[in-house]
């Protein structure tokens, strides 16, 4: 049991209390008995004195008849007194400057010589000196009545003496008494407000802990630890509260982080789900572009053939660069291929243009060399750019449209442009294409390839808001520009 | 709400000690409880017992002479009680009986019986110191008191100073001062020393122990000597008694009165010019020697055997001065 218990803590207080009110009544009984052993050690004196008296005035009778008549039971008694007496005086006599101590001791030393002139008497009496035993009757006759006057005189000093004191042994018991009863009341409430702090010591506390925990259910966790002494088990009450207090704060804030981490799950997967949109409408617009893809390839292949058979060469090569197209389109599933894939899928795309316009479309390539095998770049973005620039770009144009490719590396950023000289985008459809698409956005049929390219971009790289840029001016043509951070991680799930 | 709590409690607990500290307190040094204090206690015990043997007269004369004994005895190593010689003979009587180590008398008279008991209790080796009369001659029986014949001698200057060429003076002796009594020849030899012819004639007179038989004394003395000058009082008691008389019979101025002793009231009467003058003793130094002298015998078994304690005399002129310097 620990010191600062509850338990502990009543049985101290209730002792303490219980010890001030013995305490205090054993004190008046002692005074009491103190007083009363005043009183009865005042009167013993007195009492002793009369029994010495009593035993003097004893003497007579046995004396008288022993000188009387012989009688040997007399002088036996005589004997008997006269030792008894001389066994109750003390022999130790000390001269105390008060006047009734005085005369006690002259009693002393009276009946000292009193005994002694009795002892003569007898044995004057029994040597029969008739005369010396007479007279010295008579002085012993006298000596005692001295005695008997000094006694006297010493009860009634005594008397006086204790009727002097009486007075103030009333004064004193009366003040004792007065002093007793405060006392008692002192003690009363003293262990009343003992045990009204302790109740305080434990109320006070709850009370704190209860406006706390009204905090608390308010949601206000930034209150301050409490801290009081008081008993243990309070102690520890306030302790496991502060201690709750920390452990419900700290599950709130990890719910709280657990809630912020499965949010931004749920947005990726959001954006994870557009783009399987994408690229399932991607495929779609490939699948479109292609009907039956394999079926076109396996005929497009017996059309070479049979310009081949049939010597129709332009129409051969036309055929075989259809061929190509549908075999990169089938081919490239990944959603990143080396540039090199991406770069021969333009050509031959290009290929087929130029037997389609002979002299209004030209393509114009630049880069090096080195950078196709080097980096690699999201699956069909240079095709569907090209494409949009020959769709969109020169229809009201009627002189050779170019279209310029574009590859630099500028570290770490590959920076891929496609540029035509066309009539340009407004500015309002630029606005609209540079938008990233929200989760609910239905993408409209008609700017499939251009604006699947921009959004695949952004989703691509989510961190990077130049990952694709369009440069227009109404007239003079429009440049789109990629620029892919060689060193992030695109965000592929 | 708490700290006044705290408080009241501190203050309680502090108020309960201080009232329990002076509730002991109160008990413990209540003379009744202390055994010090209290007349048994035998820490106090002293050496030796001595017995006063005086008339039981309550003059200021005796409780003065008692003041000084008890002092002495409070100083020296012993204590003393006082017994009454006139009303209580037989203690006197048993004195040799009580263990006591020494007595100091006042023998107001010279009575057989006194002087027998006297010469026995001398004669058991008790010693005895005799106060103003010195009763018997014995090896260890002592004198203590004013020497007669100078007390003559001091009536003499101050009857002087009465304006008369011849005066008769009644003397007034008293039982409450049997050494001057005692020694009656002594005192007048001293009288009669001091005034040659000055003293045309000289009288006495008895009072007894009487508080008011000087009044009696002073009628009788002028019914037989009407042309007497100068009344002298051997007592204190007897010297304000006779003043009051000389008023009452209205011969003031015609007779005047040499007192005994020193009272306000003797001192007023001195200043109006009722009393010549007084013969003052020092009682508290009497009775202080006493005891002194009993000590010495005790302990080194001899003392002076014939004391002076001194007179003064209280003039006029004395008290004017001592008036004045009141006044200043």
Redesign the interface.
Known sequence: MRRNSLWVKLLLYQSISMIIMVFSIGFILLNSLNLQNIAYERFQEEHYFQELQTDLSEIQKPLQDYLTGWSSSSLARLLFLMETIREKIPEERPILPDETELMKREVYFLIDAYLARVNNIIEQKRGRKVLEYTANYEESIKLYSHISARINSISLSGFRFQLKEYRGFLDLFRKIQYQNLLLVVIATFFAYALLLQMGQNITTPMFDLSQMAGKLSDGNFDVPDLHFRSINEVEQVASAFNQMKKSIHHYINELKKQKEMEQQIMTERVRNLKMEQLLKRMELYTMQAQMNPHFLFNTINTGVQLAIVEEADKTAEFMENLAKLFRYNIREKKFFVPLRHEVEGLKTYYNILKIRFPKTLKLVLDYDEGLLDRFSCPNMILQPLVENSVLHAFKKKNHTGTIMVRIVYEEPVLVISVKDDGVGISENLVKDLLTPHSRDYQLGPKVMGLENVIQRCYFLYPEHDDAIDIKTTQGEGTEIIIRLHTEVEPCIE | ??KY??F??LF??L??IG??I???R??IL????LSADQ????S??????YAFFMPSSDYSFFNSLKAGALDA??AMD?????NSINEDM??F??AS????DGIAVFVYDNSPAVLSELEEISRLGIPIVQIENEAIIGSNAFFIGTNSFDSGKSIGRIALFAEKNAVHIALIYSEKNPGLMSDANLVEIGLKTTMGDRLRELSTGRTSLNPIDAERVVYDLLLRNPDTDIIVLSDMNDTLVAIQAIIDLNLVGQIQIIGFGEDETIREYIRKGVVLGSIVRNPYRIGYSAVMALKEISTIGYTSAYIDTGINILTRAEVERVHNGSLR
């Not at chain 2, 209540?30 to 409880?33: G, H, I, Q, W, Y």
């Not at chain 2, 012993?78 to 006082?82: E, G, K, T, W």
């Open positions: 709400m708490g709590l705290k009241l409690t309680l607990g108020v309960f009232f329990f002076v509730s002991v109160l008990l209540n003379p009744l409880l007349p048994g206690d035998p106090r015990a002293k050496s030796f017992h005895s409070d012993c204590a003393v009680n006082f037989l203690s009587e048993m009986f009580s263990g006591i």
